[in-house]
């Protein structure tokens, strides 16, 4: 199994602690029309800014990870929680992707694309009904989050059921893994899709040419 820290624990507490109902799952909020944007006109990846065209180069490679990721989860679930040399090489490379791609990704879109777009969507009414300082953007915001945390936490639960002694207990904390996984890679699919179809296209209609050309 990929492990690039070791995990130190009482193999006692560790058993109380995957046992314990676990009541905040992460999971993706995943409506029938979250594919199907109404009122967005669509923008070719040809008219879109430079900008933006490297943020979509940058999405293709993550969701191929994504896919790999996801086949090897469903591979691993299969093989009754037993790695093989592909189940952990596709492990590995999501989280090292994790570590060393995906923090850069964020911050291109929150430094510079994001802060803009949640001005211009405030100034042209596209904001929550209750909270006029809700937009779209704090919800991509809090994804990049949860995604990260989801993240940490399947890592973290890799290395406490390596160390445990007790099938059920392994099996209920490999479980956790393959459900948060499962989550990740369907949050991300949806966040990739709306950034893509939603914010960029808008990002092209709302934003001058200089304000497009100051996000480079």
């Given at each position: 199994m990929y492990n690039k820290s070791s995990y130190n624990s009482d193999d006692d507490s560790i058993k109380r602690f995957v046992e314990k109902e676990i009541t905040s799952e992460f999971s993706p909020m995943n409506p029938p029309d979250v594919y199907n944007p109404q009122n967005i006109k669509?923008?070719?990846?040809?008219?879109?800014?430079?900008?933006?065209?490297?943020?979509?180069?940058?999405?293709?490679?993550?969701t191929d990870i994504l896919r790999h990721f996801e086949e090897a989860l469903i591979n691993w679930h299969k093989n009754k929680w037993i790695f093989n040399d592909e189940i952990n090489e596709k492990f590995k490379k999501f989280f090292i992707f994790i570590?060393?791609?995906?923090?850069?990704?964020?911050?291109?879109?929150?430094?510079?694309?994001?802060?803009l777009l949640h001005k211009k969507l405030v100034e042209v009414g596209e904001n929550n009904s209750i909270d006029s300082s809700v937009t779209s953007i704090n919800i991509m915001e809090d994804e990049h989050i949860k995604v990260a945390?989801?993240?940490?936490?399947?890592?973290?639960?890799?290395?406490?059921?390596?160390?445990?002694?007790?099938?059920?207990?392994?099996?209920?904390?490999?479980?956790?893994?393959?459900?948060?996984?499962?989550?990740?890679?369907?949050?991300?699919?949806?966040?990739?899709f709306r950034e893509e179809n939603i914010l960029f296209p808008q990002a092209m209609i709302l934003f001058t040419k200089d304000e497009l050309e100051n996000l480079i």
């Open positions: 669509q923008v070719p990846y040809e008219k879109m800014h430079p900008f933006l065209q490297k943020l979509i180069d940058e999405h293709k490679v993550y570590d060393d791609n995906i923090p850069l990704h964020n911050q291109k879109e929150e430094k510079k694309l994001f802060p945390q989801a993240a940490a936490i399947i890592f973290n639960f890799l290395g406490l059921g390596a160390k445990l002694s007790d099938n059920r207990s392994r099996e209920i904390t490999f479980q956790k893994v393959f459900d948060q996984g499962i989550a990740i890679v369907e949050t991300m699919k949806l966040h990739i």
